[in-house]
C-alpha cells in the first residue's frame, strides 16, 4: 500500500514538471507571436506592403505609394495624406477620419466600410473604386472624381462634392441628404432610392438619370440638367426647382407639392396622372407635354409656355394661367371652372362643351376658338377676343362681355341672358336663335342686319339715327385721318 502512495506520487510530480513546463513553453510562444502580430507596422510604405490592422497616427505619409497596399482595418485619423497614391489598395474598414487626403489616388481600391467622416479630400480620384456602405459624412469631396465607382448604401450626408464627377456611378440607396452637390455631374448614374433631402443640387448634371424612389423632399434643384430624367412615380415635396430643364422627362404619377418650377423648361415631358400641390410655374415652359388626366387644381402657371399640350381631362380648377399659351393644345374634357385665363392667348382652341363657369378671360385671345355648348356662366370676358370664333349654343348667363370682340362669330343659339355687353362689338356676327332678351346694347357696335334671327324681346336699342350718326363720324374720320 505504502509503494502504491509513493508511486502516485512519482507520476504527479512529473505530471507537475511536465505541465509547468509546457506552460511556459506555451506562454513564450504566444508572446512572440503577438510581438510579430503588430512587428509589420513598422514597415515602410510601399506598394503591395502589408499594414492591416495598424495605428499609423503617428506616421508621416506625404507623397508615398500605398499602391496595391493591404491596409485593411488601418488607423490613419488625422493623418496628412496629402498627393499619397491608394491606387489598388484594400482599405476596407479603415479609419480616416479627419485625414488630409488632398489629390489622392484611390483609383479601384477597396473602400468597403472604410471611415472617413469629416476627411479632406479634394481633388482626390475614386474611379473605378468601391466605396460600398462607406462614411463620408462631413468630408470635403471638391472637383473630385468618381466615374463608374460603386457608393451602393454610403453615408455621404453634409458632405461637400461641387464640381465633382459622378459619371455612371451606382449610388442607389445612399444617404446624400445635406449635401453639397452643386454642378455636380451624375450622367448616366444610378440613383434609384437615394436620399437627397435638403441636400443643394443646383446646377447639377442629371442627364437621363433614373430618380424614381429617390427622395428630392426639401433639395435645391435650380439650374439643374435634367433632360431625360425618370421621376415616374416619384414624390417631390417642397423642393426649388427653378430654371430646371425637364426636356423629354419621364414624370407620369409623380406627385409634386409645395414645389417651385419657376422658369423650368419641361418641354415635350410626360406628365400624364402627375398631381401638382401648391405649385408655382410661372414663366415654365410645357411645350408639346402630355398633361392628360393630371391634377392641377389652384397651380400657378403665369405666362406659362402650354402650346400644342395635350391636355385632356385635365383639373385646372381655379388655376392661375393668366398670360399663358395655349394655341394648339388639347383641353379635351378638361376642368376649367374658376380657372384665371385672363390675358391668355387661346386663338383657335377647341372648348367646346366645357365647363367654363366663373372663368376670368378677360382680354384673353379666343380668336377662331370653338366654344359650341360651352358653360361660361358669370364667366369674366370683358375686353376677350372672340373675332370669327365658333360660339353656338353657349350659355353667357350673368357674364361680362363688355368690350368684348365678337366680330364676325358664331352665336347662334347663344344666351345672353343678364349680360353685360357695353361697348362689345358684334359686327358681322351670326345671332340666328341667339337669346338677347332685355340685353343692354346702346353702346354695342353692330349693324341692323346682325340681330336677324335673334330674341330681342325687350332688348335696348340705340336711339334712332344712332347707325346714322355713326357712319356719319366714320365717313369724317377717313377723310380727313382722324382717330
Not at 506592403?49 to 508615398?64: A, E, I, Q, R
Not at 358653360?375 to 357674364?399: E, K, R, Y
Request: aromatic share 8%.
Amino acid at each position: 500500500m505504502i509503494g502504491s502512495n509513493s508511486l502516485l506520487r512519482n507520476h504527479f510530480s512529473v505530471f507537475l514538471i511536465l505541465f509547468l513546463v509546457g506552460t511556459i513553453v506555451l506562454s513564450s510562444y504566444f508572446s512572440s507571436q503577438d510581438v510579430d502580430a503588430f512587428s509589420h507596422c513598422d514597415e515602410p510604405p510601399a506598394p503591395f506592403v502589408n499594414l492591416s490592422g495598424c495605428d499609423l497616427t503617428d506616421k508621416n505619409f506625404l507623397n508615398v505609394d500605398f499602391s496595391n497596399a493591404d491596409l485593411r482595418g488601418v488607423y490613419l485619423k488625422d493623418v496628412n495624406l496629402a498627393n499619397t497614391n491608394f491606387k489598388g489598395a484594400d482599405l476596407s474598414n479603415a479609419d480616416l477620419t479627419g485625414a488630409g487626403l488632398a489629390n489622392t489616388n484611390f483609383k479601384g481600391a477597396n473602400l468597403s466600410n472604410a471611415i472617413f467622416t469629416n476627411a479632406n479630400l479634394p481633388s482626390a480620384d475614386f474611379s473605378d473604386a468601391d466605396l460600398t456602405k462607406i462614411d463620408l459624412s462631413g468630408a470635403v469631396l471638391t472637383v473630385a472624381k468618381f466615374s463608374n465607382s460603386i457608393i451602393v448604401e454610403a453615408d455621404l450626408t453634409f458632405a461637400d462634392f461641387t464640381g465633382a464627377s459622378l459619371k455612371g456611378s451606382d449610388l442607389s440607396g445612399s444617404d446624400l441628404s445635406n449635401a453639397v452637390l452643386v454642378a455636380v455631374d451624375f450622367t448616366n448614374s444610378i440613383l434609384e432610392k437615394t436620399n437627397f433631402s435638403e441636400a443643394n443640387i443646383a446646377g447639377a448634371i442629371l442627364t437621363g438619370v433614373n430618380l424614381s424612389g429617390a427622395d428630392l423632399t426639401g433639395a435645391d434643384m435650380s439650374g439643374a440638367e435634367l433632360t431625360g430624367v425618370d421621376l415616374v412615380g416619384t414624390t417631390i415635396k417642397n423642393a426649388n426647382l427653378k430654371g430646371a430643364i425637364f426636356k423629354l422627362a419621364l414624370m407620369s404619377g409623380a406627385t409634386f407639392e409645395d414645389v417651385s418650377l419657376v422658369s423650368a423648361d419641361l418641354t415635350g415631358a410626360d406628365l400624364s396622372g402627375t398631381h401638382f400641390s401648391g405649385v408655382n410655374m410661372q414663366n415654365a415652359i410645357l411645350k408639346g407635354v402630355d398633361l392628360s388626366n393630371a391634377e392641377l387644381e389652384g397651380v400657378k402657371l403665369v405666362a406659362a409656355d402650354l402650346s400644342d399640350a395635350t391636355m385632356i381631362g385635365i383639373n385646372l380648377l381655379n388655376a392661375n394661367l393668366r398670360g399663358a399659351d395655349l394655341t394648339g393644345a388639347d383641353l379635351s374634357g378638361a376642368i376649367l371652372k374658376n380657372i384665371d385665363l385672363s390675358r391668355a392667348n387661346l386663338q383657335g382652341v377647341d372648348l367646346s362643351g366645357i365647363d367654363i363657369s366663373g372663368a376670368d378671360l378677360s382680354n384673353a385671345d379666343l380668336a377662331n376658338a370653338n366654344l359650341s355648348g360651352a358653360n361660361l356662366f358669370g364667366a369674366n370676358l370683358s375686353g376677350v377676343i372672340l373675332t370669327n370664333a365658333i360660339v353656338q349654343n353657349v350659355d353667357f348667363s350673368s357674364a361680362d362681355l363688355s368690350n368684348a370682340d365678337m366680330s364676325g362669330a358664331d352665336l347662334s343659339g347663344t344666351s345672353f341672358k343678364g349680360v353685360s355687353m357695353e361697348n362689345a362689338i358684334l359686327r358681322g356676327a351670326y345671332l340666328e336663335g341667339a337669346d338677347l332678351s332685355d340685353v343692354d346694347l346702346t353702346t354695342v357696335d353692330f349693324e341692323t342686319d346682325d340681330l336677324k334671327g335673334a330674341n330681342t324681346d325687350g332688348t335696348k336699342l340705340p336711339e334712332q339715327g344712332f347707325f346714322f350718326f355713326r357712319e356719319l363720324i366714320a365717313f369724317f374720320q377717313s377723310l380727313f385721318g382722324w382717330s
